[in-house]
């Protein structure tokens, strides 16, 4: 059968190359994060938008399962099974909060667990975290044996919590408002907001193994800060270091360290609600620069919160930026993250460009180097409303290529396969590049494409102009966002096409190129092969045009040759004497006498072998004008009622 060769015109975008496998020339990240409120149906939203702080698309919107709003006001987490993992405040039968997964590639969402109260704990308020064992783990504000709080444990394989601490209300703390940290010594270490020796809060940690609680230090308000509501964070000489939301002299909260050594509480900065801000709820942190960075919801020029830095080595605090209500947004209960670029990006729970009901909110990016913050989104109800107590995460976006067929042929399909990671945009268009016969990816070659978001399969086709070689490989790569994924890891082998071509000698057609499997074939029909012409060489029965199709039995690839035309000299029992044919040569017209009255046809070939006339005839004595034919040597090919075919030349003169 002929080979058809698709031919693709795409233009893609510009990437750069890199022929090693496994390697992103790029390292594409997302960012994704929740708000409270909004979406449709006002339960908060997840959202994504892209490093540089654009393209911005809502992914799900939340519905209530009980009496209240949602209010996912925790942030997310990926685990090691890439799936996204977060909790919700209320929802679930019981109305005491969920844990739910998200899977960014497909956006399939569900709900894992439901908290119950006394028995799992109920209102967690802070994300969770993946420890070496699988599991996550986590906080609750309310629920466990005395009703304030719970550290526990959820299996993402077969979607169980399980309580391990209840926290007592007293010196062992109460109502924990944010997340455990995983520290260097493998334990968990966490804060509550209140209990201890002076009710304003506790630090503790937890040992998976030994299944272990221990109540380490209490807050004091006037000597440390009190009411911690986010996380600790561990520095690289082991020290942690958090926030208070009150205590200290103005009692507008504290920035302290903490020594799992020791287990001593040390202040470091005092916030006092006027310049240098006040009551930060959020989690500090430590970005490539050394410094610790956090926001305060309160003070600041505008009195609606700073953002700040402390360096850990001098205790120097300094105060970035003073939010402003509108445009920038005020108010920012939750943390930073720093981006893959190097900018900081947070929320805003309220403020914006619109002043009223609309001030639901921003999203910013603050610029280290240039100390420049720069407002990348309003948040306006459809979109979100009302972050709080979170911060963003980033996740990579991939794509990884893999190959049915190591040894395609030119023009062939070659299928394939690819998975991605992270969400592609809805225009997005995945495309197959072809390397060189090197391997390298310097001008790659569009061989295939498929506009969809979804990982999923391509059947390109290798152009048949592609040389011949052994150290093909090939890629998929994207344009929303531009990703360019890996190769598929091992070479690929092009074959040639074996050359398709007959050589004629009167009836005897003979294919070119020895020592490969053939097959002829009747140009009037090429649904199926001439049966028993599988030789080089074939010798033709009647008069048409014909082509052969050579098979290369060591790489199995196949050509199919032109059609050649030609005129048989074989006749039936009617000897080609019995034909008459006069005058030869003739002028206007030639008259054919037929030895029988027998059906007919009669083709008028040119001396190029150009069919110029066909007719058909049952009488035995046929007048046929020939004086529209220029001068020349021509063939008269009279096919008879027993299928054979008898040939009369002629001369046409002027």
Known sequence: MKTLVLVLMIVSATLSARGTSDSLVDEQKQLWGMTALGGANNDGVIYKIDRQGSKYVVKHSFVAQGPNNSRPNASLVQASNSKLYGVTYYGGVDDCGTIFEFDPPTGAFSVRAEFSGLEKGRYPNGNLVEAADGNLYGLTAAGGDSDVGVIFRFNPTTGDITKLFSFDAHLRGKTPMAALLIAKDGKLYGMTSLGGTKDQG????????KNEESTLASFDEAVNGSNPYGSLVQADDGMMYGLCYTGGTNNAGTLFQFNPTTALISKKIEFDNADNGGNPTGTLFAATDGLLYGVAQAGGSHSAGILFSYDPVTSAFSKKVDFDEQPNGSVPLGSLVQNIDGLLF?????????????????????????????????FDGSNGANPEYTNLIEIPVTIKTSTDAASPCVGAMLHVSYTIAGAYDDDNVFSVQLSDADGSFANPVVIGSSSTSQAGSIDATIPISTPAGSHYRVRVVATGPVVIGSDNGSDVVINALPEASITVSGDTLDATLAGMAYAWYNCASMTAPISGATNQRFIVAESGDYAVQVTNPGTGCSALSSCVNVISSEVDNNSANEWSLRPNPARSVLTLVAPNDLPYSVDLISARGQEVVHMESQTTQWSIPVDFLPAGVYALVIHSSKGASIVKTWVKVD
């Open 346 to 378: 947070g929320m805003c729970s309220m403020g914006g460009k619109d002043s009223g009901p609309l001030s639901l909110g921003t999203l910013f990016t603050y610029d280290i180097g240039t100390n420049t913050l720069n407002t990348r989104l309003q």
């Open 202 to 209: 506790v630090i503790f940690s937890y040992d998976i193994a």
